[in-house]
């Protein structure tokens, strides 16, 4: 199993940008995915997730209204958009998938929920 994370770089205050999880290994349609970030001295903090029962989305009060959760089964990919980007953004982003949870996904904060994980994509937010 194998998930990777790329669209992360550096953008100014303000910016967007995508971030991709590519998932291989499983079939993704039966997974739930989160996104999960690591600022420098700060613990991880679970951002985003997505069920893959009803896509129902789940997000932090930190990116909410400013990130977007989404999935492709096809492409076996979910995707994280994110604008309004400030240096608080700045972080080692990390996609996370579990067997599906019925009928909520109700630990998706949690990193012990995650079975598998990505190596993580950096985001700089920065002028």
């Known amino acids: 199993v194998q998930l990777v994370e790329s669209g992360g770089g550096l953008v100014e205050p303000g910016g967007s940008l995508r971030l991709s999880c590519v998932v291989s290994?499983?079939?993704?349609?039966?997974?739930?995915v989160g996104w999960f970030r690591r600022a420098p001295g700060k613990e991880r903090e679970g951002i985003s997730a997505i069920s893959s029962y009803d896509g129902k989305t789940y997000y932090s009060d930190s990116v909410k209204g400013r990130f977007t959760i989404s999935r492709d089964n096809a492409q076996s990919t979910v995707f994280l958009q994110m604008h309004s980007l400030d240096s608080e953004d700045t972080a080692v982003y990390y996609c996370?998938?579990?067997?599906?949870?019925?009928?909520?996904?109700?630990?998706?904060?949690?990193?012990?929920?995650?079975?598998?994980w990505g190596k993580g994509n950096q985001v700089t937010v920065s002028s």
């Open positions: 996370g998938a579990v067997f599906r949870s019925y009928p909520i996904f109700s630990r998706w904060t949690l990193g012990s929920t995650y079975d598998y």
């Open positions: 290994g499983i079939l993704i349609e039966y997974y739930d």
